[in-house]
């Protein structure tokens, strides 16, 4: 787990586990990465 995940549930007051369950929550809401899709370009005035 890299170290601004750390920090950001100390930050908060919330331990990693409560920021793990938030995260998983909010990706089943919205969706996730799983497929790897990604914005690759945007076209402007269209």
Not at 18 to 43: C, H, M, N, P, T
């Amino acid at each position: 787990m890299p170290v601004y995940n750390k920090l950001v549930a100390v930050v908060y007051g919330a331990s990693w586990e409560q920021l793990e369950a938030l995260r998983e929550k909010k990706a089943e809401a919205r969706g996730g990465f799983q497929d790897r899709v990604y914005l690759i370009d945007v076209s402007e005035g269209v």
